[in-house]
């Protein structure tokens, strides 16, 4: 069958309170219109053609060159901006799919469903319905006494007894593509709203002597985001669907309240998440690594059996074996080598550190190149910024710097070299030599009485 579909996405989306257009706001990561596109790609509509209207350019720019877009410029209502695809359309045959691009949460499961039943009931269309808790604001199928679908009532012009009813337009539907067209051109603007309504089409076409079923869902897949708190609960739900696929392939996940998983995550089996993690953009983590508490990743790449408690790593990759934290901050394109150790209130910038390395406690490691096995003492940091632009380090395959040391950029510390703790390092150590950049230490014998300078009891008159 020929799967056509039209998504509707011309809206101002005023109660976001945005500068941006509404379908482009994120939630788990990834603009609602493009959670509406991937279901639809999933669902198979290869020809799609999204109404663009209010800030057209931003949603052009997130949706890409791969779908049509027509331009709606001014917004008379749902049946209007569907009208605006029939160029698009004509001489199509089979269904069309005409969603709304503020719903992010239909599946494609559902979608195929209701195209399923199109095929089977052979109507001319299927209306995606749910039961509303409270169904303010939607529009309601009316049926006749045996069940069948007489139309669909705006909320606004519903009397007494339509609005009772529960069951609720969702705002999306598979038509067949020609009675769609020739439907969308009898619609009125006659109205409480004076807006050219899409849901006219169903009762012409049922006065007409076609057939129109529905297909019901869960009323979460209807949620249509219109303002920031409907943002909040779709990205709620659409992160609870997230966790689960990462349960069911072998994830264990201890807090799902407090973890949050962007859509574009991979994630190994037997990795355990402790509460309160986020885990955003392409990051990946691989085999049995323990992430969190606390920890943040942003595309990031964690290898095998990593432990990650209390870290934030941004644009770096952790090879396997490391153990990092707690509270280290790794960032801007770092490379932690394999069974690296970085310890508590550690930053590491732009630098790489080859395998086995150990910086174990409060330092700084900016824009550095370190060899395999390093060992920093507590306290280091490499001074990479003079006030007007940065250098790099590098330090050889097994070196050693001593406690408090500062390493002054650029500069290199060949292989096998120390460096003594609490030295200040501006010129180049060679490999296998000992750097002490410090000055001598004075003891002045009986100093403190010849100043009077006696702090406590006085222990040898
Ligand atoms: C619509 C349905 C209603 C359904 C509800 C589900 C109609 C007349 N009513 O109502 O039965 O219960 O959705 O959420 O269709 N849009 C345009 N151009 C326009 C008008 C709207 O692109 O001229 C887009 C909006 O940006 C939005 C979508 O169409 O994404 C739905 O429009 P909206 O005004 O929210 O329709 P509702 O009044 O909610
Ligand atoms: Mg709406």
Redo the contacts with the bound molecule.
Sequence with gaps: MDVCAVV??????KRMKSAHA??VHKVAGKPLILWVRDALDEAGAKEQVY?V?HKQEEVRQTLGEDVAFVL?E????????VLQASHFLEGRNGCTLVL????PLVTAQTLRAAMDQFAEDKCAAVIITADAPDPT???RIVRDSTGEVQG?V??CDADEKELAIQE????MYCFDTALLLSSLGKIGYRNTQN??????TIGILIQEGHRVTTYKTVFDE?L?V?DRIQLQEAGSILNQRILLRHMLNGVTIIDPKTTWIDDSVQIGRDVIIRPGCTLIGKTTVGQASVIGPDTHLAEARIGNRVILNHVSISDSTVADHCEIGPYANIRSSSDIGSGCRVGNFVEIKNATLGEGTSVAHQCYIGDADVGVKVNFGSGCSIANYDGLSQARARIGNHAFIGSNSTLVSPVQIGENAYVAAGSTVTEDVTSYSLAIARSRQVNKSDWVRTRTRLRGRRVNP
């Design positions: 509707m996405a011309a809206g101002e989306g509404k379908v109404i209207g709606q001014q917004q008379l209502g749902t049946g209007h901006a709304c691009g503020d719903a604001g939607y529009g669909i705006e909320h609720i337009n969702s705002g807006e050219y309504y899409l849901t006219d209807t249509g219109n």
